[in-house]
C-alpha cells in the first residue's frame, strides 16, 4: 500500500473520528501504516472504545485495526466503587436488579442470575459496559428455565456430590 493511501485512510479515520459526538473531545489519535490502522489515546468507558471500534470498522480500505485505546480510571477507582457504577447504570437501564448481580474484579465486571431473555442480557452488557472504570464485561447470566422440572432435576440440582459418570473408585454407581 502506497504512502499516499495511508496518509489518506488516516485523514479519512481522523475525521471521522474528530466529528462524533462522545468521542471526539478525547483527543484520540489514528495513525495508519501498510493499510494497518493504529488507535491511541484515552476514554472514560468501555462502550466508548467499543464505539470507537465500530465506528472505524467501517472505514474501508483497512487491513486491521489495533485498537490501543485505553480507559481512564479517574485515578484510583476502586472494585467496589465500580461496582456502584454498574448498579447505577443498570438502574437506569430497567435492568431487573433482583434478576441480575454484579461483581467487579480489577475493572472486569462479571454479571450474574438470572435472566427471562437474551435481549435482557444484552441489555445488562451493555450497560455495565457505560460505567466508569469498566475495562470488560463477562456475562454468567442464565436464562431462565420456566418449564417445570421433574423429581428427578429437582433432586440433581440440589445435590452437589451427584455424579453423571461415577468412578468405580469413589463406589458411586
Known amino acids: 500500500m502506497s504512502r499516499q493511501s495511508d496518509k489518506n485512510l488516516q485523514a479519512q479515520v481522523q475525521a471521522l473520528i474528530d466529528k462524533t459526538n462522545g468521542l471526539k473531545d478525547y483527543g484520540i489519535k489514528a495513525l495508519v501504516q501498510n493499510g494497518e490502522l493504529h488507535l491511541n489515546g484515552v476514554v472514560d468507558t468501555l462502550h466508548e472504545r467499543r464505539q470507537l471500534q465500530e465506528l472505524v470498522s467501517r472505514v474501508p480500505g483497512l487491513k486491521s485495526i ?3 485505546v485505553t480507559i481512564s480510571t479517574d485515578g484510583q477507582i476502586n472494585d467496589g466503587e465500580v ?4 448498579y447505577e447504570e443498570l438502574e437506569l437501564n430497567d435492568v431487573n436488579l433482583k434478576n441480575i448481580g454484579v461483581e467487579s474484579i480489577d475493572g472486569t465486571v462479571y454479571l450474574r442470575g438470572r435472566a427471562d431473555s437474551t435481549a435482557e442480557i ?3 452488557m451493555e450497560a455495565a459496559a457505560r460505567a466508569r472504570g469498566v475495562k470488560n464485561v463477562i456475562s454468567q447470566v442464565e436464562l431462565r428455565d420456566d418449564r417445570e422440572l421433574s423429581l428427578q432435576e429437582i433432586f440433581h440440582s440440589q445435590v452437589n456430590n451427584d455424579r ?3 468412578n468405580p473408585k469413589d463406589r458411586l454407581f
Request: no cysteine; hydrophobic share 15%; glycine share 8%.
Open 164 to 166: 453423571e459418570n461415577p
Open 122 to 124: 444484552q441489555n445488562a
Open 66 to 68: 489495533e485498537n490501543g
Open 83 to 86: 461496582t456502584s457504577e454498574v
